[in-house]
């Protein structure tokens, strides 16, 4: 089944405090976004990659796109993220059966991940990538901040990217979502009632948000 990535880099990196748009951050002398398309360049999965960046800075992209072979189109992003992955989607190429959508913030993602994820999507229409959580999690009072219950453990799990659909579902997501923004693409699908495999990915596979992050992130890679 023919399988395209759409790689989510339009997101400027305040937390980072830095004024450019975090997928170019260096991270090892190489953009932040490199990493991750590095991993989808090798892997016999990935049939095609769809970058999105932003609008100031496609001239940076377009750049660093030209080193992949696998990257067949460079758009400009939106203002949010839900934004950003659905004009991701007018770039797919309408063969493709399968759409993997991932952050570019998380560099260090495996490809024994992404083949666990596709081998998902055999028998689901949607699946994630996610590691089961390790503190212990406290639901508070947003008002008070008090602790209002403490959530099982064995239950939760944090979610990553990539994530993968079947092509109609995600375009379905989207189409009735316009107005919604999500932080991940798997609660869009959700909502339309369609179940979400959980897929284990792995704890090397840190979103970077902090500089903290991208600290743990060099010493990682």
Excluded at 29 to 45: A, D, G, I, T
């Amino acid at each position: 089944m023919k399988t395209q990535v759409i790689v989510v880099a339009a997101g400027i990196g305040s937390r980072l405090k830095c004024q450019i748009p975090k997928a170019l951050v260096v991270l090892k002398r190489k953009p932040m976004v490199s990493w991750s398309l590095e991993v989808f360049e090798k892997s016999s999965l990935i049939d095609g990659v769809v970058m999105v960046g932003h609008k100031n800075y496609l001239s940076e992209f377009k750049k660093i796109s030209k080193r992949f072979k696998k990257v067949k189109a460079v758009v400009i992003g939106g203002v949010k993220r839900s934004d950003s992955v659905r004009l991701g989607l007018k770039a797919i190429d309408t063969d493709t059966q399968n759409i993997l959508v991932h952050d570019a913030a998380r560099p260090l993602i495996d490809e024994r991940s992404i083949q666990r994820l596709c081998h998902s999507l055999k028998s689901y229409q949607a699946a994630i990538l996610a590691v089961p959580v390790k503190p212990t999690i406290k639901q508070v009072d947003e008002k008070n901040l008090c602790i209002k219950q403490t959530l099982p453990r064995h239950l939760l799990w944090e979610a990553q990217t990539p994530q993968g659909f079947h092509r109609e579902v995600l375009i379905k997501a989207h189409q009735q979502s316009i107005k919604e923004e999500a932080t991940d693409d798997a609660f869009l699908v959700e909502r339309l009632g369609i179940k979400v495999k959980v897929v284990m990915g792995g704890y090397r596979n840190i979103k970077i948000t902090t500089s903290q992050d991208l600290d743990l992130a060099e010493r990682l890679l």
